[in-house]
């Protein structure tokens, strides 16, 4: 789920040291500087889709930790698989995103498509370099 920022902006990754749009730039060349349509275009010429495993929860701040459990609404994975069968991979940003989505949406959806979890860019997540975050990140070139 967006942080509070990000809601408040209707941007995905809105907290200026999230370090999602600095990966884009350095894996597919997304100008971090560009408004965030020409970012999200950006992300859909080079095949990527952006959306929350979750559509609604319940949250005090921003943390994914804060996140009441029995809250958690995933959104419809099952209309979007159908509405774009060309997706193959689906890619996480932090654990919380893949915890999410495997407990909600895996046992309905059709097991063909293949997920994979990616360290989360969250300033939270300040542990690991961003350099380690890159190399991580570079992944989803392999599939596209």
Same mark, same amino acid.
Request: proline share 6%; aromatic share 12%.
């Given at each position: ?8 902006m209707q ?5 200026p040291? /999230? ?7 350095d ?18 010429s080079?095949?990527?889709g952006l ?7 319940e949250?005090?701040?921003s943390?994914d930790?804060?996140?009441a ?10 209309a979007?698989f159908t509405?774009y069968p ?6 996480f ?5 893949e915890?999410a ?6 046992p309905r959806i ?5 997920? *994979?979890?990616?360290? *989360?860019?969250s300033?939270? /997540? ?5 350099d380690a ?8 070139l392999?599939?596209?």
């Amino acid at each position: 789920m967006p942080g509070e920022m990000s809601l408040r902006m209707q941007q995905y990754y809105a907290h200026p040291r /999230n370090a999602f749009w600095r990966i884009m730039n350095d894996i597919i060349g997304v100008d971090v500087q560009a408004d965030y349509p020409r970012r999200l275009e950006a992300l859909r010429s080079a095949g990527i889709g952006l959306w929350d495993v979750l559509s609604f929860c319940e949250r005090s701040g921003s943390l994914d930790s804060a996140i009441a459990r029995d809250t958690m609404e995933a959104n419809d994975f099952e209309a979007l698989f159908t509405q774009y069968p060309g997706i193959t991979r689906v890619f996480f940003n932090g654990a919380a995103a893949e915890q999410a989505f495997v407990r909600l949406v895996a046992p309905r959806i059709d097991l063909s498509v293949k997920w *994979s979890r990616l360290p *989360s860019t969250s300033p939270a /997540n300040a542990a690991m370099p961003y350099d380690a975050k890159l190399r991580a990140w570079r992944s989803v070139l392999d599939v596209r």
